[in-house]
């Protein structure tokens, strides 16, 4: 699938000398040594002042953490300003400041299901966590002994509740950041420091929200022909339940939404619809107001062109159609009998694979389910274990699957599975909320219930209670949780519009470049350096005729990251040893990331701006380590 230009902001290139517009000087500020585009940028300590001229003595109280471009040095003293064009601040003691050379932040994943993070006041106290015998108990011990008010080298712990980094934006600016064995696996030790948004936020003034629990159950299922059976026991499950809570409190809390996905109308416009919304959580309406919608729910009258079904484009149609962000319980579940159809497929509506989609339910704090439905016929079509393997990874959700296979795959298998699980999820829903069953009518619930309605609750009390991150001025940690070993920390390098616009333009060309030679590959790093050259007005651009490896072509501020990149390590010679396949494989993996960004690109919500910067050019986007090319 050839996926074209993306639609970013593309501005104007940055000036590299002083300008005058109307009177006041611009300027620009310094570049880091060695780089041609990236400028130096440093974080203020602590009671900074900001002063009116490099001689004063005295200035005006500057808010910790607070970024800054540097624009000149003078004596010990840097000139600052909040933006990349505009005209400097003042100046500030340049011991008052830290560097802040690469923009990287860390933003907590949900607790539930992990310990909580603990940082640390000198490096070598991580170090020896890390290099003990049984690091996990160790861990254990230490967190004991913080909660019994004995925290000894542990400087800060994370907070109890979760925080949504696109609800309460906080400001945990990673300073250092090193894997923590020689080898370059395993987690990652970073020295952060921690911040937040607002003046109110930084002195634990964050308004608590009053808004209650309430959640949204949205079943996507696939409504290609045979479906049927599933779409009634579907049906049966869901009128059950509006008939088992009726009116009661329990009712208030929670809605169903309803949508359907076929397959791409390319090669069979008789399938009616890709993806259709048949039903939002509405609590404008009343609990049963889903039934009129799954009775008119039916499945097509004929066969889509493969076994394999775009169940990427229905989860993407309900992620774009439903305000998750209204929800503080959001749920999604999956059911299906065919795989995904892959994002590199010429018939993908939106050009995404599984982590691209899944990056985007992480993105929104939905947890999805999978229901998947192990009929004769999928084993038959050998179908199975390659969907199985789609939608573990799919499903996860701090680390855990949310996947559910039904073994025969009959609809009176399927009704069990479905109504235990919407049985347990809105009692999870009606817990938090703070209802009071019957424990008599409890059901149970399996761990994977149990992890998403404690990370759904621990994300709810966050907003409620204003939980902020804690405030320090620098600690140690890792990425990873030390006793079970899941991601606790998501290290993020924050870009801004025109950055995230040049990345993925570097990534489009080579695209271009590898399909134009897959029939000459030997010519790959030919074209590449005619395209690029062409492409460029930059002067000081690099010597195209020297390329020895694709890295230097997707942009300086990737230089130095903590995460390794096969595409950036590429060589010529790398290039001629790969089968076809191989290449093939990277081709696709760059379509993937560019359809990435431009649901990055195309989300309001995940852009913010950093403490003391409001222009809109300033604006950044944290994207993981693990979706850069």
């Known amino acids: ?112 299901g992990r310990s909580r993070a603990m940082f640390f006041r000198d490096a070598q106290d991580e170090q020896h966590l890390l290099a003990a015998t049984d690091p996990a108990e160790q861990a254990k011990t230490l967190l004991t002994h913080v909660q019994e008010g004995h925290p000894g080298p542990v400087l800060a712990m994370e907070p109890e509740d979760y925080i949504n980094f696109q609800k309460q934006p906080y400001f945990m600016p990673i300073l250092e950041a090193r894997s923590a064995h020689e080898d370059g696996e395993g987690p990652i030790m970073i020295k952060v420091a921690s911040g937040t948004m607002t003046d109110k936020a930084s002195k634990g003034q964050i308004p608590p929200s009053s808004r209650p629990f309430r959640g949204g159950l949205v079943f996507l299922i696939d409504t290609t022909q045979s479906m049927q059976p599933y779409i009634d026991q579907t049906h049966a499950a869901i009128s059950q ?135 004769p ?9 390659k969907a199985h393997a789609q939608y573990i990874q799919l ?34 829903i009606s817990d938090t909320a703070g209802n009071k069953d019957d424990d008599s009518s409890q059901p149970a619930e399996d761990d994977k219930v149990k992890l998403v ?28 949780d030390p006793v079970g070993g899941k991601k606790a920390i998501q290290i993020n390098v924050l870009l801004t519009r025109d950055q995230l616009s040049s990345l993925a333009q570097s990534l489009q060309r080579i695209l271009e470049a590898g399909e134009q030679s897959k029939l000459a590959p030997q010519e790959f790093f030919q074209k590449l350096q005619t395209v ?23 942009g300086e501020y990737l230089d130095g990251l903590p995460y390794r990149s096969e595409l950036a390590q590429l060589t010529p010679a790398e290039w001629m040893s790969m089968s076809a396949g191989q290449q093939d494989a990277i081709l696709i993996n760059i379509r993937h990331r560019l359809q990435l960004y431009r649901n990055f690109e195309e989300n309001s919500d995940g852009w913010t701006n950093l403490p003391g910067r409001t222009s809109e050019g300033e604006k950044v986007h944290p994207v993981p380590l693990d979706k850069l090319p």
Do not use: C
Request: proline letters at 6%; charged letters at 20%; glycine letters at 8%.
């Open 1 to 112: 699938m050839s996926i074209g230009p993306m639609r970013l902001l593309n501005f104007a290139a940055t000036a590299l000398v002083s300008i005058s517009f109307m009177g006041s000087a611009l300027a620009t500020p310094l570049l880091i040594p060695g780089k041609k585009h990236l400028y130096q940028q440093v974080l203020t300590r602590p009671n900074a002042a900001l002063l009116p001229d490099a001689r004063a003595t005295g200035g005006t109280e500057v808010a910790g953490f607070t970024p800054y471009y540097v624009f000149a040095r003078q004596d010990g003293k840097i000139q600052v300003g909040p933006d990349v064009q505009g005209t400097p601040s003042g100046w500030m003691n340049e011991n008052q400041t830290m560097p802040w050379t690469h923009t990287l932040i860390g933003i907590f994943t949900n607790p539930a």
């Open 241 to 375: 339940i509006v008939n088992t809570v009726g009116h009661s409190d329990v009712a208030k809390d929670f809605r169903f939404g309803l949508v359907a996905y076929r397959d791409s109308l390319k090669d069979s416009q008789k399938l009616e619809y890709a993806t259709k919304m048949y039903a939002r959580p509405d609590f404008s309406q009343p609990l049963d107001s889903i039934l009129p919608a799954i009775s008119a729910m039916h499945d097509a009258s004929v066969s889509s062109a493969s076994f394999d079904e775009d169940s990427i484009a229905g989860i993407k149609t309900a992620l774009d159609d439903i305000e998750w962000k209204d929800l503080s319980g959001r749920y999604i579940v999956l059911i299906t009998d065919a795989g995904a159809r892959g994002g590199s497929d010429p018939n993908s509506i939106t050009g995404l694979d599984i982590p691209e989609i899944r990056q985007l339910v992480e993105d929104r704090g939905i947890a999805l389910f999978v229901i998947h439905l192990l009929t």
């Open 377 to 385: 016929a999928a084993v038959s079509t050998h179908d199975t274990s």
């Open 395 to 428: 499903s996860k959700f701090n680390g855990t699957s949310l996947y559910y296979g039904v073994k025969g795959g009959t609809p009176e298998a399927f009704r069990t599975q479905v109504q235990s699980l919407s049985e347990q999820l809105l009692h999870t």
């Open 453 to 480: 309605s404690l990370a759904m609750k621990l994300a709810w009390l966050g907003d409620q209670n204003g939980t902020h991150a804690p405030v320090m001025l620098e600690g140690y940690t890792t990425s990873t």
């Open 532 to 554: 690029f050259a062409a492409s460029t007005r930059d002067p000081n651009a690099m010597d195209m005729a020297h390329l020895d490896r694709i890295g230097p072509l997707l």
